[in-house]
Antibody, heavy 121, light 107 residues
Framework: EVQLLESGGGLVLPGGSLRLSCAAS????????MSWVRQTPGKGLEWVSA????????DYADSVKGRFTLSRDNSNSTLFLQMNSLRAEDSAVYYC??????????????WGQGTRVTVSS | EIVLTQSPGTLSLSPGERATLSCTAS???????VAWYQQKPGQAPRLLMY???RRPNGIPDRFSGGGSGTDFTLTISRLGPEDFAMYYC?????????FGQGTKLEI
């Protein structure tokens, strides 16, 4: 059974940093791209970032480019999202999601339950 | 960036009825790389359809997808009580997999 367990969310001051983690199990992690998608309460889904299976291709939404860094540790089946210079508009539930292929820009066939990030003073 | 517009914003139907949800893209989507997701309150999204018309394992056959180019649809042939939820389309196959704003399917 595929499982994705996010952690690292919380309350942070504007301009602060957080590092989200996603521990994966139930599939061969190194063979699949992974993504982060966020959702503001009561709003829709916003794709944030994606990384190919080997980590050689990484893409970011324009809204987070230059502030967020996506990485993965295939030996430990873990995905990371380093978020710097956080803004109020980054407040959301962040979902880790498994891609349907090794390619970073693909559909997402399994999702974690999400971790909440709140940026507020 | 490809923009996806979903319609209607809210669809009010009864159990047993047929639901048709639309997703229109601002430009043609290559190879019909469109996915649909269902999300219930307090839950993560669930993949319902990919490649516009392909169902993942475990998705009931009352869900079907179609379309090409810029216009795509998700059809639920006979609504069950568990189908009332939010539905999102997504285009993929490029660097940024953008989502539509969603359709709320309500009783």
């Amino acid at each position: 059974e595929v499982q994705l367990l996010e952690s690292g969310g919380g309350l942070v001051l504007p301009g602060g940093s957080l590092r989200l983690s996603c521990a994966a199990s139930g599939f061969t992690f190194k063979n699949y791209a992974m993504s982060w998608v966020r959702q503001t309460p009561g709003k829709g889904l916003e794709w944030v970032s994606a990384i190919s299976s080997g980590g050689g291709s990484i893409d970011y939404a324009d809204s987070v480019k230059g502030r967020f860094t996506l990485s993965r540790d295939n030996s430990n089946s873990t995905l990371f999202l380093q978020m710097n210079s956080l803004r109020a508009e980054d407040s959301a539930v962040y979902y880790c999601a498994k891609g349907g292929s090794a390619f970073s820009g693909w559909y997402l066939d399994f999702w974690g339950q999400g971790t909440r990030v709140t940026v507020s003073s | 960036e490809i923009v996806l517009t979903q319609s209607p914003g809210t669809l009010s139907l009864s159990p047993g009825e047929r639901a048709t949800l639309s997703c229109t893209a601002s430009q043609s989507i290559s190879s019909n790389y469109v996915a649909w997701y269902q999300q219930k309150p307090g839950q993560a999204p669930r993949l319902l359809m990919y490649g516009a018309s392909r169902r993942p394992n475990g998705i009931p056959d009352r869900f079907s997808g179609g379309g090409s180019g810029t216009d795509f649809t998700l059809t639920i042939s006979r609504l069950g009580p568990e189908d009332f939820a939010m539905y999102y389309c997504q285009q993929y196959g490029n660097s940024a997999g953008t989502f539509g704003q969603g359709t709320k399917l309500e009783i």
